[in-house]
């Protein structure tokens, strides 16, 4: 489908854009997610429309975030560093309770999902990763990482083999743009607004 290749396509630009810490990285996303809204509505994915939907609305505060600390700093990039313990534990229980609820609805209602709980890891999924990446954390990567593993082989199962094909391009990228944020961390860089909040 043109739709799946097009905003899939958007989607590694944005991702590329991201591992540059460019603040077109959140428009490059927001375009992506409004693509492959009609991708997985085509293909009966609702867990896919309500992941892209999050995406959206994810893409839109990501650029707020990333202008405030873009202001802030002297040189005018955006500063990156590992989570705190508590950081990570707020994101790993948000990832958990997050999947069982709306796995919990999926399940409830099936014609929102054929795959309830793999639509609801990965719809969660993503917006721990998107929201981890606003506030410029080194743990997005990791979880861009486990929403592939299930996110590649839903897509080929669903009939969306572009999108399979661009997950495992993701993962290239996202090894690269993991090395590229940890090396940075080393670099002492001022901590973005509200980042240890």
Do not use: C
Request: aromatic residues 14%.
């Amino acid at each position: 489908m043109w739709s799946d290749m097009i905003g899939n396509t958007i989607g590694l630009i944005a991702l590329a854009l991201g591992w540059r810490r460019s603040i077109l990285t959140w428009p490059a996303q927001f375009l992506s997610g409004a693509i492959l809204v009609g991708a997985y509505a085509s293909a009966h994915l609702s867990g896919g429309v309500g992941k892209q939907i999050l995406v959206i609305g994810v893409a839109l505060w990501g650029w707020r975030q990333w202008q405030q600390g873009r202001q802030q700093a002297q040189d005018g990039t955006i500063a990156v560093r590992f989570a705190s313990w508590r950081e990570r534990a707020l994101l790993v229980g948000g990832a958990a309770v997050g999947t069982l609820a709306v796995g919990a609805l999926f399940t409830a209602y099936p014609s929102l999902s054929w795959s309830p709980w793999a639509d609801a890891y990965i719809f969660v999924g993503t917006l721990v990763a998107m929201v981890a990446q606003a506030r410029g954390l080194v743990e997005f990567w990791f979880a861009w990482l486990l929403v592939d593993l299930v996110g590649v082989p839903l897509a080929f199962n669903s009939g969306l083999a572009f999108s399979g094909l661009v997950y495992v391009i993701y993962l290239a990228l996202v090894l690269w743009g993991m090395r590229d944020w940890w090396l940075r961390t080393r670099t002492p860089q001022p901590v973005m607004e509200g980042a240890a909040a």
